[in-house]
């Protein structure tokens, strides 16, 4: 199976491996990441990507279990060459737990698969029977809950696109509503620290290491909490040529068309 995400949207290529009970390993080069997840009786068991690597020492840190240091320490030991090994010896030492190793895979690869349902353009390719590395540290996420939290992040970022529709012509500025009153987030926090006339939203994104479903997300809620505002960046230039979403949106809709062909295909599966 392969193709491109203009005819096969991310949902359906995840309904058509759930529903079949696919294993192997599923490929997508987009223009400046590429993507790998590998899938078990129609599970998903791991995820990487370009950008992001799946081992474990990475997942960790990502999600906050280990710091840096930490992580150059128990890395730089040569008996510790692969994800499971790795990952006893945390155990043993005590600087994590078995249940912060799962939690850590699981949302390591629900932030990637979630970043996926954006993604509008890109080759795939479905390796059938394909299995990762035994060394790698797998868990089994059922495919239907990521499909529906992933459609209902589509829908929610319609509305903040409405909303915040271009990040790189926007900058933030804190209101006189006092910070203490409201009970914010470390992402809220982060993304306050480096407010700044010049900084745009695209900017402060880039900055925290944050994707634009998740800084339109924190931004639009401080909005409507009356802690920030929007204003125009100092020494803005604007573009020459603008192209309104509605533009885009019109310009890309036509492979709309050929993805009923899959949708077909789901409904005929999900009959057998």
């Known amino acids: 199976m392969k193709g491109n995400l203009r005819d096969f949207s991310t949902t359906q290529l995840l309904n058509l491996v759930n529903l079949a009970r696919k294993t192997g390993a599923m490929s997508i080069e987009a223009t400046d990441d590429a993507a790998s997840l590998y899938f078990r009786d129609g599970k998903l068991i791991h995820a990487s990507t370009k950008k992001q690597q799946g081992d474990l020492a990475n997942m960790l840190l990502y999600t906050g279990k280990l710091t840096e ?29 078995q249940q912060d190793i799962v939690q850590s895979v699981k949302e390591f690869m629900l932030d990637i698969i979630y970043s996926l349902f954006s993604w509008t353009d890109g080759q795939f390719n479905f390796n059938q029977g394909a299995k ?14 990521v499909i529906l939290e992933g ?40 993304v306050i620290s480096h407010i700044h006339p010049r900084n745009t939203i695209e900017q402060i994104a880039q900055q925290n290491s944050m994707d ?33 979403r509605a533009t885009r949106k019109q310009a890309e809709e036509s492979p709309g068309m050929k993805r009923s062909v899959v949708e077909r295909l789901i409904t005929r599966i999900k009959r057998i």
Do not use: C, H
Request: glycine share 6%; charged share 30%; net charge neutral.
């Open 212 to 244: 634009e479903f998740q800084i339109r997300k924190i931004v639009y809620g401080m909005l409507q909490a009356g802690l920030v505002e929007l204003i125009k960046p100092e020494g803005f230039q604007p573009k020459s040529a603008f192209q309104t």
């Open 151 to 190: 459609s209902r992040r589509i829908q929610e970022n319609e509305r903040l696109l409405d909303e915040l529709p271009d990040l790189s012509v926007v900058a933030l500025q804190i209101t006189d509503k006092p910070l203490k009153d409201v009970k914010l987030t470390p992402d809220d926090w982060r």
């Open 69 to 97: 240091e930490q992580v150059k320490s128990f890395t730089g030991r040569p008996n510790l060459s692969n994800d499971k090994a790795l990952g006893i010896d945390l155990i043993k030492s005590g600087a994590v737990k």
């Open 132 to 145: 990762p590395s035994a060394d790698i540290i797998t868990v089994p996420l059922n495919l239907d809950n």
